[in-house]
């Protein structure tokens, strides 16, 4: 009787294991494929901001997600220009638009930008002890890149909150720490 009750309670935590890892793994977001990078023709490629231009034959990873958006959401907070000219490439997504890198504008990886839902709506974004609002203006493509469209950058990876100068302004982010920082961020 006693095999009979350990055997039971063993079945129990091992099906709730299961059911979580189930869980957790639904809602992961998995790479949806891989493009090789293109040499960008002379001048293509604009390197402003430290932006990295796609390297010949080196396989870059795409993804059609983003981890779930919560009002916790951890990302890392790139430097982008919405201006024409930037490295921003092409005006806005959502406006068709370019922005002053003077006003508090942002692209998201393509999961979180999810087919323009958020176009033109605020997320406040957290970091450095501070806080900022900014407009969502733009889609960092996590899907494909290495091409004109692009401006012959890789995919953006699915955790990227893309900010002009104004975003890391407010959040007080010495110069010399641009470019890259641990964030998290919400819808405002």
Wanted: proline share 5%; net charge negative; glycine share 6%.
């Amino acid at each position: 009787m006693k095999k009979q009750v350990w055997s039971s309670v063993l079945l129990i935590c091992l099906s709730f294991l299961f059911a979580s890892s189930f869980c957790v793994e639904a809602q992961t977001c998995r790479p949806s494929g891989k493009i090789r990078g293109r040499k960008a023709p002379k001048g293509q490629c604009n390197e402003e901001n430290d932006s990295l231009c796609c390297i010949k034959g080196r396989l870059y990873t795409t993804y059609k997600c983003s981890p779930p958006a919560t009002n916790h959401t951890k990302a890392t907070l790139t430097l982008n220009s919405f201006e024409k000219g930037g490295d921003g490439g092409a005006p806005s997504e959502c406006d068709n638009q370019y922005h002053s890198d003077d006003t508090p504008v942002v692209a998201l990886s393509t999961g979180w930008f999810n087919h323009k839902s958020r176009c033109l709506n605020y997320i406040k974004i957290y970091g450095n002890g501070r806080s900022v609002k900014a407009m969502v203006v733009d889609e960092c493509d996590s899907t494909m890149g290495c091409d004109a469209d692009h401006d012959y950058q890789p995919p953006c990876p699915n955790n990227i909150v893309d900010a002009s100068k104004a975003v890391w302004t407010a959040l007080e982010v010495p110069l010399n720490q641009w470019g890259e920082m641990d964030i998290h961020w919400s819808d405002a």
